[in-house]
């Protein structure tokens, strides 16, 4: 029994020592930061408009960054399509209006209030991308779909591949999946019922999706530079003062002379 109980405990502690190698050398069990993700618009063409946060409405210009806040719309002849550094891509056609409302490590959302938007979102592990309507709001990971936004909010949402998560204002969530079709009611008036819950159902066969676009990517944002070490003080200036060298000893007097010493006491007489 003590030679069972011996050979069990060894095997546990060689297994641990190998997960504990496994995860030093490749990493596993560790929490990575959530990736960050910079945004941009990669082409704007026609009537296209940007207004920064705190700033006015002004004409888009490719390549120009976008941050938290940023608003984008198109009129009747405009087209823009958005860059993120993950390969991400969200094209909206005219008479369009959306707003990066969440552009945080591990996290973006669009706001997307009015007209046709077609995406092709990367799948990142550790980031969610979200884009929400005034009926429903879409999760996604790794997807291409659409979306198309009527003046009275009802959204149609149409994905062809992948997978997203669509939920109501009611908090009702359904999937929805490659080569399937949604549409969101538009928002109902105060105090009237819910509307019936949508369910998915097939893309019409004369829906087609859009080729997705090439177009530059942003730069990916780096993490924080670590903070470049202080220079190290300048030696300081020694305090000690140098010893001053002795000062020459003078010689010893000469012995006395016993002959001068008599003479003084004994002066001679005339």
């Known amino acids: 029994m003590r030679s069972n109980l011996f050979r069990a405990l060894t095997a546990f502690v060689l297994v641990s020592a190998l997960a504990t190698g ?7 069990g560790e929490k990575k930061a959530p990736p960050l993700v910079s ?11 940007l207004k920064k946060a705190q700033a006015d409405w002004g004409p888009a210009l490719a390549g120009s960054m976008l941050g938290q806040g940023d608003q984008v719309r198109t009129g009747a002849s405009g087209n823009a399509i958005l860059a993120f550094s993950d390969g991400t891509k969200v094209q909206i056609g005219a008479n369009a209006a959306e707003t990066v409302s969440i552009l945080e490590p591990g996290k973006v959302e669009i706001n997307f209030a009015v007209g046709k ?3 092709w979102v990367k799948k990142l592990k550790g980031r969610r991308f979200t884009v929400r309507t005034p009926s429903a709001v879409c999760s996604v990971r790794g997807t291409e779909f659409s979306a198309e936004v009527t003046p009275a909010g009802q959204t149609t949402w149409d994905v062809f591949g992948g997978q997203v998560e669509v939920a109501d204002n009611f908090g ?3 999937t929805v999946d490659a080569g399937q079709r949604m549409v969101a009611p538009a928002p109902a008036a105060a105090g009237a019922p819910p509307p019936v819950e949508a369910k998915p159902v097939p893309i019409p ?4 999706p859009v080729v997705e676009p090439v177009v530059p990517l942003p730069p990916a ?7 470049a070490p202080a220079p190290a003080p300048a030696p300081a200036e020694s305090t000690t003062e140098t010893a001053a060298e002795p000062a ?3 010689p010893p007097p000469p012995p006395p002379n016993p002959v001068q010493e008599e003479q003084t006491a004994s002066p001679s007489t005339p």
């Open 117 to 119: 938007l077609d995406a």
């Open 172 to 174: 009702r969530q359904t």
């Open 248 to 250: 020459e000893a003078l």
């Open 22 to 28: 496994a995860q030093a050398l490749w990493g596993f």
């Open 39 to 49: 945004a941009s618009i990669a082409s704007a063409q026609g009537d296209v408009q």
């Open 205 to 208: 066969a004369t829906v087609k």
């Open 221 to 227: 944002p780096s993490q924080a530079a670590a903070p």
